[in-house]
T-cell receptor
């Protein structure tokens, strides 16, 4: 079945440092989504990428979708303590678009 | 209104109890989901309702029974749960099929933190 792998599992940074999490799918994806879950909170939809090679920015966050539509990355420039949380990527399954396969997530901690 | 609400926030129940979790959205979304999330793990899909009909059941034990009374509401009835069912239960919704395209970006509620004693 489809697998979505995400690395690293954990990342500790000093405030102001950059952070990147990577997502790789075993199959080609029609789109990829990113979610953020704060400690004690719920997943919050951040963005969806659809096109091959697409790059989208949200303030200090940059999202990329690979040319083969099998990998993606989220880069945060100059992390802040408000960036703390777990970042999940998710891709729809080929057999059912309503069924998302989530990566295991990258837990980001930021030391002030 | 871009919010998914869930009640209760916390629930403690014994293994012989019957309880229900409730979820509501007023975004006009036609797909609604129940997920189970254990600590430090991604959400695990349980059920999907599309246009108020159950479209996906991920082989969930029958002690979990979903119900979709209308397009805005989703319930999860719980009966005879086990301690290993303790988790965060998340409801989510997505737009579903619109304009010839399936919109599956999901909007999650705050969840119900369930403890089974």
């Amino acid at each position: 079945g489809q697998q979505v792998m995400q690395i690293p599992q954990y990342q500790h940074v000093q405030e102001g440092e950059d952070f990147t999490t990577y997502c790789n799918s075993s199959t080609t994806l029609s789109n990829i989504q990113w979610y953020k879950q704060r400690p004690g909170g719920h997943p919050v939809f951040l963005i969806q990428l659809v096109k091959s090679g697409e790059v989208k920015k949200q303030k200090r966050l940059t999202f990329q979708f690979g040319e083969a539509k099998k990998n993606s990355s989220l880069h945060i420039t100059a992390t802040q303590t408000t960036d703390v949380g777990t970042y999940f990527c998710a891709g729809p399954q080929e057999t059912s678009g309503s069924r998302l396969t989530f990566g295991e997530g990258t837990q980001l901690t930021v030391n002030p | 209104d871009t919010e998914v609400t869930q009640t209760p926030k916390h629930l403690v129940m014994g293994m012989t109890n019957k309880k229900s979790l409730k979820c509501e959205q007023h975004m006009g979304h036609r797909a609604m989901y129940w997920y189970k999330q254990k600590a430090k793990k991604p959400p695990e899909l349980m059920f999907v309702y599309s246009y108020e009909k159950l479209s996906i059941n991920e082989s969930v034990p029958s002690r979990f029974s979903p119900e979709c009374p209308n397009s805005s509401l989703l319930n999860l009835h719980l009966h005879a749960l086990q301690p290993e069912d303790s988790a965060l239960y998340l409801c989510a919704s997505s737009q579903g099929l619109a304009g010839g395209y399936y919109h599956n970006e999901q909007f999650f509620g705050p969840g119900t933190r369930l403890t089974v004693l």
